[in-house]
């Protein structure tokens, strides 16, 4: 699924079948490559982070929680990610070698287990499992092996 | 794979940390004594009312020199500025330096060196260091603005240099070979270099 599909999408409480909020951003881990959470908007309460781990599914139409319990203010490794600086989308693209691969124009993940799957450029495909690390200036990769 | 540089394109270029932050750029290329590798590189703050760094970059630390970026693999990659003559002393030792031309010494350049031929031919002066990037950083030619020597008056061309060369306070003597071994630009630059120093080798065996 590309972020920019998954980015918008509701989200619904499995026990009040509710939409209680709106996925406003993926926050993307790039030590463990994958979504460590998730950025809310328009949710009532307060808060509006939600862990990874703490949804029911990432599912095609909706994501759905089992509670609310789950969404907090954002706090420790998830504030941190939830920074521009951690953003992949719009950021130069760097090989380790030191070499510009253009622009992360889309990023793609799994959403049965939030692995990065796959960043796009205009002109190229990179698999998720060479990403190496996101800061301000570049989004840096591995060699292709 | 190895990459060939000039020295001045490395300059201003940007040294980002794998996890994507530019912590400085490069403000000048440090060459070992000898003339003939880079120990590291002096550093500058990035933004355009950064000034100098007191830091350094040693090549030891650096994790690839490409075409857009030097990538190092955290900050704590750069280090005090006595970290570039210590490298540099090593080089000294281990290759027999030779500490003559200021313009080679350490921490300064060839740039507007003439260029002697070992024949007694004045082929140019020097306006840019051909760097490879293998692992090391060796110096393996120069570019030069032509004398008449070469037939390419004022044009800009690049001479392969042998593994090791004698140097002065007023020129640098390469074998009269090496301008046979003449190119335009970079490409191809690289199979002239070893063509060269094969050829030295042959002769010299």
């Known amino acids: 699924?590309?972020?920019?599909?998954?980015?918008?999408?509701?989200?619904?409480?499995?026990?009040?079948?509710?939409?209680?909020?709106?996925?406003?951003?993926?926050?993307?881990?790039a030590?463990?490559?994958?979504?460590?959470?998730?950025?809310?908007?328009?949710?009532?309460?307060?808060?509006?982070?939600?862990?990874?781990?703490?949804?029911?599914?990432?599912?095609?139409?909706?994501?759905t929680i089992d509670s609310t319990d789950g969404i907090r203010p954002a706090e420790g490794r998830l504030a941190e990610l939830a920074g521009k600086d951690k953003r992949l989308v719009g950021k130069r693209l760097l090989?380790?070698?030191?070499?510009?691969?253009?622009?992360?124009?889309?990023?793609?993940?799994?959403?049965?287990?939030?692995?990065?799957t796959t960043l796009l450029t205009s002109t190229e495909e990179i698999a998720g499992e060479r990403l190496l690390g996101v800061g301000s200036y570049a989004v840096v990769v591995r060699r292709a092996t | 794979v190895s990459l060939l540089v000039r020295g001045k394109e490395v300059l201003k270029r940007p040294v980002?940390?794998?996890?994507?932050?530019?912590v400085a750029q490069v403000k000048d290329v440090v060459y070992a004594p000898d003339g003939g590798s880079v120990v590291g590189f002096t550093l500058?703050?990035?933004?355009?009312?950064?000034?100098?760094?007191?830091?350094?970059?040693?090549?030891?630390?650096?994790?690839?020199?490409?075409?857009?970026?030097?990538?190092?693999?955290?900050?704590?990659?750069?280090?005090?500025?006595?970290?570039?003559?210590?490298?540099a002393d090593d080089e000294d030792g281990g290759r027999g330096a030779r500490r003559g031309r200021g313009g080679r010494g350490g921490r300064s350049n060839v740039l507007g060196a003439r260029v002697l031929t070992d024949d007694g031919t004045d082929i140019g002066e020097?306006?840019?260091?051909?760097?490879?990037?293998?692992?090391?950083?060796?110096?393996?030619?120069?570019?030069?603005?032509?004398?008449?020597?070469?037939?390419?008056?004022?044009?800009?061309?690049?001479?392969?240099?042998?593994?090791?060369?004698?140097?002065?306070?007023?020129?640098?003597?390469?074998?009269?070979?090496?301008?046979?071994?003449?190119?335009?630009d970079l490409s191809g630059f690289g199979a002239a270099v070893e063509a060269f120093r094969r050829r030295l080798r042959g002769e010299r065996s």
Not at chain 1, 47 to 62: Q, S
């Open chain 2, 126 to 184: 020097v306006v840019d260091v051909v760097l490879q990037v293998d692992g090391a950083a060796d110096v393996v030619g120069y570019e030069l603005e032509a004398s008449a020597a070469l037939g390419t008056e004022g044009r800009k061309v690049l001479v392969p240099l042998p593994d090791t060369l004698a140097v002065s306070d007023e020129a640098l003597i390469v074998p009269a070979a090496a301008t046979e071994y003449v190119a335009e």
């Open chain 2, 44 to 87: 500058a703050g990035r933004g355009l009312f950064a000034g100098p760094r007191s830091e350094v970059l040693s090549w030891s630390s650096v994790h690839a020199l490409g075409r857009d970026a030097v990538m190092i693999s955290g900050a704590d990659a750069l280090g005090p500025p006595d970290q570039l003559d210590a490298d």
């Open chain 1, 31 to 63: 030590g463990t490559r994958r979504v460590a959470g998730l950025k809310l908007k328009k949710y009532a309460g307060d808060g509006d982070t939600l862990a990874w781990e703490d949804l029911h599914a990432f599912g095609r139409d909706v994501v």
């Open chain 1, 95 to 116: 090989e380790e070698s030191g070499t510009e691969l253009g622009r992360v124009e889309e990023v793609e993940f799994d959403p049965a287990t939030g692995a990065v």
């Open chain 2, 16 to 22: 980002v940390t794998l996890d994507g932050e530019d």
């Open chain 1, 1 to 29: 699924v590309r972020f920019a599909e998954a980015e918008g999408r509701d989200v619904v409480s499995t026990a009040s079948a509710k939409t209680i909020a709106r996925v406003d951003a993926l926050l993307v881990d």
